[in-house]
């Protein structure tokens, strides 16, 4: 019996090493070497200590810093998990939900129209990026919170902005991290 399932086993064991091992290791090798950046997580590096992922959104709170997208996990963005609330879009629970985060979002930035993303969760919870009329409806708010003219935040706002791939796919967009990070380094005038 042993010498019947002899071919058997190395088969398992020889394509477990092939492609359960070697395969993997060469194509984690190739991409490091190709792409660095993003085979190594996207890390955002300061002062030599990764403090987080240009992929992963991070819980920013306050009138200090711009604010990410809600996130339905719990934690909010608790990288260990990914995922959405599951709510249908007739869910009266998501509607009131919405209602809440608008009405949060008109106090803290002032009356007027309120950007999608800025009171829908996005479908991993963990979206890094805010489109950019969230950004600059932000902007005054947190310009004034921080003492700084409205017009500097704005810039920054619009240099850290990227554009729809081919001008076409996509929205424009901002980075939470990177925008907060770069506004950590504004000082009034």
């Given amino acids: ?84 609330s599951n709510l249908a879009s007739s869910s009266s629970a998501l509607l009131q939900t919405i209602k809440t985060r608008v009405s949060a979002y008109q106090t803290a930035y002032g009356p007027g129209p309120v950007p999608a993303d800025a009171v829908t969760a996005s479908g991993s919870g963990l979206d890094p990026d805010i489109s950019q009329d969230n950004a600059l409806r932000q902007a005054p708010a947190i310009a004034a919170a921080r003492h700084l ?25 901002v980075n939470v991290l990177e925008l907060n990070l770069a506004l950590s380094q504004l000082h009034a005038p």
């Fill in 149 to 173: 003219p409205a017009a500097l935040v704005v810039a920054l706002v619009t240099a850290h902005t990227r554009q729809p791939v081919l001008g076409i796919i996509g929205t424009a967009h």
């Fill in 1 to 84: 019996m042993l010498r019947e399932l002899r071919p058997t086993i190395s088969l398992v064991i020889a394509f477990t090493l092939l492609l359960g091992v070697m395969l993997p290791w060469g194509f984690t090798r190739a991409m490091q070497a190709a792409l660095p950046w993003q085979a190594n997580g996207s890390l955002i590096m300061q002062n030599g200590q990764a403090i987080g992922s240009a992929l992963i959104g991070q819980a920013f709170t306050g009138p200090l810093w711009f604010t990410p997208r809600p996130s339905a996990l719990t934690p909010p963005y608790n990288s260990a998990t990914s995922g959405a």
